[in-house]
C-alpha cells in the first residue's frame, strides 16, 4: 500500500481482514488490558449479486469456515452495492479470547472494514481498521510506527501479520529505532497460508534497547518501525493496534505500508483544528523503506 491507512480496500475475489476477538466482558482502566470484540462490516461493490463465505484461521493455524446462511439454511447472497455486518461474538468460535485472521471470499468485488468494540464500558474509543486485497500484500512491508509505553500516553502496540499465501513460508519481524539501528529481530517458522503471526510489544522483550544517536523518551521502552517479510515468495498484510497501558480513551489503528513511495498524499493533516474538544494537530511519521539515505520534503 502506498498510503499510511486506507479508508476502504478493495478485492476482486477475496479480502483479507486481521481481527482480534475477545469474548468474556470485562471492565478495564485502560485499553491495553481492555478487551475488545471485533465486528466487520462488507459491501458488495460489484454489478451482479454476491455469494460470501468466511473462514477464520488463529494463531495455531486452526482453520475455521463459517458459511454466511440466511434464518432457513439458504445460502445468503448480497445485492450490488448492498452492504451487510457481522459481529464476531455471535459466531462462538470460541468461549474464551481468540485472535484470528480471516478471508472474506466473494464471486464480486468487496468494500470491507472492521471495528474493536471494548466489553469495558469505561472504554471510549471505537478503532477502525480494513480489509486487505491481495494485490495490497508484499513479500516485504513496513509498520512506520509501534510503541512499547512511549509517549504520554503510554502507547503499546499490538500487530498482527497474516501469511496470504501461496503457500507455508517463515517470517521475519524487524523493529528498528528512528535512526535505523535494529531493536528486536525474530523468524516465525512454517507459517502457514491464512495463518497469523501475532505481536504483543507490552510483553516483548526489546534485545537491543539502547541506541547511538537517538534519544530514548524518558520512560519510553521501544518507539520506531517495524519491517516484515517472508523468506520465500508468499505474501504478507498487517495491521497494528496501538493502546494505551495508562488511558481509556487513547486507541488507533495503523495499516501496513508497502513497498513504499517517493511520493505520499495523506488526506487529513490537522493544525489545531477544533471539533468541540480541543484543538488537535497531527503528527506524521516517515519511514525509510529504502536502501539508502532520503532526502523529505513536506507540502
Not at 40 to 48: Q, S
Not at 139 to 146: A, E, F, H, R
Not at 289 to 295: E, F, L, Q
Request: net charge positive; aromatic share 8%.
Amino acid at each position: 500500500m502506498s498510503f499510511f491507512q486506507r479508508i476502504l480496500s478493495y478485492g476482486s475475489v477475496i479480502a483479507i481482514l486481521l481481527l482480534t476477538t475477545v469474548i468474556p466482558a470485562s471492565a478495564s482502566t485502560n485499553t491495553y488490558n481492555a478487551k475488545f470484540i471485533t465486528s466487520m462490516t462488507y459491501m458488495n461493490v460489484g454489478t451482479r449479486a454476491a455469494n460470501l463465505s468466511i473462514k477464520f484461521i488463529d494463531e495455531s493455524g486452526t482453520v475455521i469456515n463459517y458459511p454466511i446462511m440466511n434464518s432457513d439454511g439458504s445460502a445468503r447472497t448480497l445485492a450490488p452495492n448492498a452492504s451487510a455486518s457481522l459481529g464476531v461474538s455471535v459466531l462462538r468460535l470460541s468461549t474464551t479470547s481468540w485472535n484470528s485472521g480471516a478471508v472474506i471470499s466473494a464471486n464480486q468485488p468487496l468494500a470491507t472494514t472492521m471495528v474493536q468494540v471494548s466489553s469495558s464500558p469505561v472504554i471510549r474509543v471505537r478503532p477502525v481498521s480494513n480489509g486487505f486485497s491481495a494485490s495490497d500484500a508484499h513479500t516485504t512491508i513496513s509498520l512506520p510506527y509501534v510503541a512499547k509505553t512511549c509517549t504520554a500516553s503510554s502507547l503499546t502496540t499490538r500487530f498482527n501479520v497474516q501469511n496470504i499465501g501461496p503457500s507455508t513460508d517463515d517470517i521475519t519481524v524487524n523493529l528498528f529505532w528512528p535512526n535505523g539501528d535494529t531493536a528486536f529481530s525474530q523468524t516465525f517458522s512454517s507459517i502457514a497460508a491464512g495463518q497469523i503471526v501475532a505481536i504483543d510489544l507490552g510483553s516483548t522483550s526489546i534485545s537491543n534497547p539502547t541506541t547511538s544517536g537517538y534519544v530514548i523518551p524518558s520512560g519510553c521502552a521501544f518507539e520506531g518501525s517495524a519491517r516484515i517479510s517472508t523468506t520465500g515468495t508468499s505474501k504478507v498484510v498487517a495491521t497494528a493496534f496501538e493502546t494505551s497501558t495508562t488511558g481509556r480513551s487513547a486507541a488507533t489503528y495503523e495499516s501496513l505500508v508497502s513497498p513504499g513511495s517517493n511520493r505520499i498524499f495523506m488526506p487529513s493533516v490537522l493544525c489545531n483544528v477544533n471539533y468541540g474538544d480541543g484543538a488537535q494537530s497531527s503528527s506524521i511519521i516517515v519511514h525509510n523503506t529504502g536502501a539508502s539515505v532520503a532526502r523529505i520534503t513536506y507540502t
